[in-house]
């Protein structure tokens, strides 16, 4: 069997192994910012507990992997920073960040013009007079703000309920919260009563918006899950105050992941020593060019320096007799990656006003016959009947990745295994493969998977 995968906290598991054991390590980590509202994804108290926590797994990868070996680490943009702390605190050299490039992400914006109309106009004074209400009771009852979150199934929520004069977002509990709430609180007096409303209860001004057309279906989603629209209808702003901010919101759409390319610092005087003792040190360029097909390309070698300030390659200086034939297995691989993808192809030749090829195949294409990589969503039929791990990673580019840091026939560790996506492409490329994850039932489907691969 070429695959050994445990179900158990990888913090202990790893420390059941020798040192020096693994030739790579491919992984994506949750993101620790409580994205998908999933127990393993929930945030660990801020920034530097998460860094500290995925340092402490990271360490004893860094320990159980031989030196010189590379390694890819999943990352969200967003906390991509925090990745590459606790990859540096844990031992690792950060090499390089490899940017996947995708048009299937999903913007998280809020409208500013909607969210003026659709906001229910409360004197800020009132708010704290209820928040100073909620805080009492809080205190009388002897009871936490942690706590007051778990009855009310929300994270972060009662500290803007029981605000304070220093607390800058004072919030009221929507209806559905303080009927969770009531049973300990009991009734609120009748003053409070008109503020705690519905959260669908719509402000004032949203009935003057124009309609000017209805959605047709719901918005797509992020790994599997539908955005609901919260509202059927098109609608246009009417009022002075939302018009000025009409076209305006606060998220840009999530187009890019990132892949932190790590490396354990070799222990021999040399480069050449150390892959001759371990095999581990080097990345396997031949294995991902990007093919272009004996397409002949400019020549870098023949360009004209300009020198000067800018010292910029002159490309417009180049001349047709500049070629030379492409090396037999494509191009240097790049650190960006571009899922194939009708829009992006578009606006990148509008942009470019080149065909498709100037600027699609300086891409990495893991497809021969495709100018881009072609990395669309897992379908079912690559998840597996009944997974549904929500972050299921396409096989082809986790294949690319294993294939990358991978000495032949060498070994993959995946200290966050999830569904077995990593452990399939190393399996598909012939490597050897360990897995850990935490959960038992996804540790099941990871079973399954890897089980189907090795039977074929
Ligand atoms: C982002 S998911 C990986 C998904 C995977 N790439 C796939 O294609 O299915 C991260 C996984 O790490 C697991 N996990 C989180 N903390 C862990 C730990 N300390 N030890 C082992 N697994 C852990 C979670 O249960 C989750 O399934």
Redesign the pocket.
């Known amino acids: 069997m070429n695959h050994h995968i445990f179900n ?4 202990e598991v790893l420390q059941t192994f020798p040192e020096n054991s693994f030739d790579s390590i491919v992984t ?3 993101a620790g910012i409580g994205l998908l509202g999933f127990d ?2 929930k945030d660990k108290g801020g920034r530097d507990q998460w860094i500290r926590w995925l340092s402490s ?1 990271m360490k004893e990868c860094y320990r159980t992997l031989k030196p010189g070996a590379h390694g890819f680490v ?1 990352a969200l943009p967003r906390t991509s920073h925090w990745t590459a702390m606790a990859i540096e605190d844990s031992g690792f050299l950060v090499k390089d960040v490899v940017v996947h490039i995708f048009g299937s992400g999903f913007p998280k914006n809020i409208a500013i013009d909607k969210a003026l109309d659709r906001a229910k106009y409360v004197d800020t004074d009132l708010i704290y007079k209820v928040t100073g209400w909620i805080r009492a009771r809080r205190d009388e009852l002897g009871i936490t703000n942690r706590e007051i979150d778990e009855i009310t199934g929300v994270k972060g929520g009662a500290s803007h309920w029981t605000a304070g004069p220093d607390h800058k977002q004072p919030h009221i509990p929507t209806k559905e919260r303080w009927e969770k709430l009531e049973p300990i609180f009991g009734a609120p007096p009748e003053w409070m009563m008109p503020l705690i409303r519905p959260s669908h209860e719509l402000g004032e001004n949203w009935k003057d918006r124009q309609v000017v057309g209805a959605y047709t279906r719901d918005a797509g989603g992020l790994h599997g899950a539908t955005f609901k629209s919260q509202d059927r209808e098109i609608s246009e702003p009417t009022h002075k105050d939302s018009l000025k901010w009409r076209g305006w919101g606060t998220a840009l759409k999530p187009a890019s992941e990132h892949w932190i390319l790590i490396q354990k610092p070799i222990s021999e005087h040399n480069i050449a020593a150390n892959v001759k003792k371990y095999s581990t040190g080097a990345i396997n360029i031949d294995g991902i060019r990007t093919p272009v097909k004996g397409e002949k390309i400019p020549s870098t070698s023949n360009l004209k320096f300009n020198g000067g300030d800018s010292a910029m390659w002159d490309f417009a200086k180049r001349s047709e007799a500049s070629t030379y034939i492409q090396h037999p297995k494509g191009r240097f691989p790049t650190n960006v990656l571009l899922s194939k993808n009708e829009q992006i192809s578009k606006l990148l030749n509008r942009q470019s006003g080149r065909k498709s090829s100037d600027v699609s195949t300086y891409f990495f294409n893991v497809e021969m016959d495709s100018p881009f990589l072609y990395c669309k969503k897992p379908s079912s039929a690559e998840r597996g009947i009944g997974n549904h ?1 929500p ?3 396409p096989i082809n580019l986790m294949r690319y990745l294993a294939r990358t840091v991978t000495p032949p026939s060498g070994s993959v560790l ?9 452990g399939l492409a190393a399996l598909l490329e012939g490597f050897q493969f360990l897995g ?4 038992e039932e ?1 540790f099941q489907i ?1 079973n399954q998977r890897l089980k189907g691969v090795e039977n074929v």
């Open positions: 158990g906290d990888s913090l994506d980590p949750p393993w994804d797994i999943w791990h972050t299921v990673k995946d200290p966050f295994m999830g569904s077995g996506s990593i850990i994850e935490k959960s996804y990871a």
